[in-house]
């Protein structure tokens, strides 16, 4: 199993990203899928997930900002990142987990693509 997250990179405050993240050995449309993200000295936080169709959790801080969205038959998660602040600087990491409470192993996370905004 691969999560491979990409699309990260620099830009100015106000500006936009969109992340990727392509899964092998899992079919990402029978798990709950989401993304995170780690700042410097900081835990891993939520920034939005969807357990099953299109009831999607996101952070107060990133709500009507960011979207999250998956290709099924691409086998695809995508996170869209709009009107970026400077506090968005992170690496972002996706991960998928079963939809029923399963041991850590089964628990995927990709290896995280760095986002830094710049004021």
């Known amino acids: 199993v691969q999560l491979q997250a990409s699309g990260g990179g620099l830009v100015q405050a106000g500006g936009s990203l969109t992340l990727s993240c392509a899964a092998t050995?899992?079919?990402?449309?029978?798990?709950?899928v989401g993304w995170y993200r780690q700042a410097p000295g900081r835990q891993r936080d939520l920034v939005a997930a969807?357990?099953?169709?299109?009831?999607?959790n996101y952070a107060d801080s990133v709500k009507g900002r960011f979207t999250l969205s998956r290709d099924n038959a691409k086998n695809m998660l995508y996170l869209q990142m709009n009107n970026l602040k400077p506090e968005d600087t992170a690496v972002y990491y996706c991960?998928?987990?079963?939809?029923?409470?399963?041991?850590?192993?089964?628990?995927?996370w990709g290896q995280g693509t760095l986002v830094t905004v710049s004021s």
């Open positions: 991960e998928a987990e079963p939809l029923t409470p399963s041991p850590p192993s089964f628990v995927y």
């Open positions: 969807v357990i099953t169709g299109y009831d999607i």
């Open positions: 050995g899992i079919i990402l449309s029978n798990h709950a």
